[in-house]
């Protein structure tokens, strides 16, 4: 997938910070490497974010959150 593209369509970091479910975890992302896109990072996070899917669990999106800052 062309990379300007995803760069134009995925949220920003500010509005990501904005979301109630991070604000109530009270969770920093504002380490440097949480957005790039690179293939070393986008992979792994594609198969957390996929595994996590499949999880009949309620607020995944938080799950997410968590295991990303886990690994990073």
């Known amino acids: 997938m062309n990379r300007q593209f995803l760069r134009r369509n995925l949220p920003s970091e500010k509005k990501i910070n904005e979301h109630w479910a991070i604000q109530r975890l009270g969770l920093k992302l504002n380490f440097p490497g949480i957005f790039v896109l690179s293939k ?20 995944q999106f938080i799950l997410v959150t968590i295991v990303t800052l886990l690994f990073r």
């Open 40 to 59: 070393r990072t986008v992979p792994p996070a594609a198969a957390a974010g996929i595994f996590i899917a499949f999880m009949p669990i309620p607020f």
